[in-house]
């Protein structure tokens, strides 16, 4: 029984802290707030196929616009958005955002890091 509640603590606070997190981030986006968001990211931040890495802070405030308003407007997606999480990986999750057609290709990649969830990639499946 002890080992059940654990358990049931573990999850509840796990979700918590990705709500929480998720919560910074997109006001982060919304708000254009480079500093937070570098600070709620790992660095080198994955990109698309053929698309150099996010290195540093300096390089993501540099690279703003190809990551979240060139591909697809983030900001007004995430303000939608639910975290989808990842079946087989419970320490990671998606959004998935549309392109200019429509079609939610440009997806959102956060993982569970030793210091906290973290922004670590973004691909667009068009790419």
Known sequence: MKTLLLLTVLLVNGYDARNTFWQQFKTAVANKNVDAIATLSRFPI?????????????????????????????????SKAKPEA?????????????DSAGNEVVIYHFNLTRTGWKFTSMDNLNE
Do not use: W
């Not at 698309?48 to 997606?77: M, N, P, W």
């Open 46 to 78: 994955g990109m698309s196929y053929g698309i150099a890495s996010v290195k540093t802070k300096a390089d993501l405030r540099r690279r703003y616009r190809k990551v979240f308003t060139e591909q697809s407007d983030a900001a007004a997606c995430f």
């Open 86 to 98: 990842d079946s087989d990986n419970a320490k990671h999750f998606t959004i998935a955002c549309p």
